[in-house]
């Protein structure tokens, strides 16, 4: 994985190089909170938590028409994920390591937490209006997101136990694909540089967790809802 990111970051490292020649293309970073939550599509396991996480990064638009770009970028997605609730026994978390004491299977009621960290590369369309005063507004659709799993901490909490900050880096996905949109105000500060604040969405298309049989076979998807904070130049 290591390697993987170190690959993404190299190459995307040139392409913003390069593409800083370029009189179309404008540059910028993020440092957007998301809320975000599990879901599945098994009724006796039930979101039971959001998550409140950050992304941060570098984005860059190479705009083809005045007011229409590519969106390309590179970042990180802090504290993804967010609780679910186990109405029935539950035989998940078994390639983990464990501390001492908690119960296999998990018993009824359970609650397992997942914070996943990715690292992030967006592409997407940005489509924007003309000036009004010092704003323009915009919308970003559709944006689809490669994400490399880089870390997963969880949490196991029933009757009697709580344990905190497990590696479960095994039982989630490595690779997440997902598909957004926002929206959102560019406000002028001087020259091209203008600050940004938004709404978006994304969804996952791929499985948060991994089943361990065919007899488990769950999906898991993850929603998150991310309040866009950034700068552009």
């Known amino acids: 994985m290591k390697k993987i990111v170190s690959i993404a970051a190299f190459f995307a490292a040139c392409y913003f190089t390069a593409a800083a020649q370029d009189a179309n ?3 910028g970073f ?23 996480g950050l992304k941060m990064g570098a984005r ?12 390309v970028g590179l970042g990180f997605a802090f504290n993804s994920g967010g609780s679910l609730r186990y109405d029935i026994t539950g035989d998940t978390w078994q390639r983990s390591e464990l501390p001492a004491g908690v119960l296999s299977p998990f018993p009824a009621g359970t609650n397992l937490k997942y914070s996943i960290q990715y690292v992030e590369i967006p592409f997407g369309i940005k489509l924007k209006t003309k000036e009004y005063g010092y704003l323009r507004y915009f919308v970003e659709a559709p944006v689809i997101t490669l994400g490399f799993r880089s870390q997963a901490r969880g949490s196991i909490q029933y009757t009697g136990l709580k344990e905190e900050n497990i590696d479960i880096k095994r039982e989630v996905g490595s690779l997440a694909l997902s598909w957004g949109m926002g929206g959102g ?9 203008a600050l940004i604040a938004g709404l978006g969405f994304q969804r996952l298309f791929t499985d948060v967790s991994k089943d361990y049989s065919p007899d488990v076979d769950y999906l898991t998807n993850m ?7 950034g700068v552009m130049f």
């Open 60 to 71: 860059s638009e190479i705009y083809f028409r005045e007011n229409y770009a590519f969106l």
């Open 223 to 229: 929603t998150s809802i991310i309040l866009h904070m």
């Open 185 to 193: 105000i560019e406000y002028s500060v001087s020259g091209n540089t």
């Open 30 to 52: 993020q440092l957007s909170p998301t809320f975000s939550l599990l879901t599945t599509d098994e009724n006796v396991i039930n979101t039971d938590g959001t998550n409140l």
């Open 25 to 27: 293309l404008r540059m």
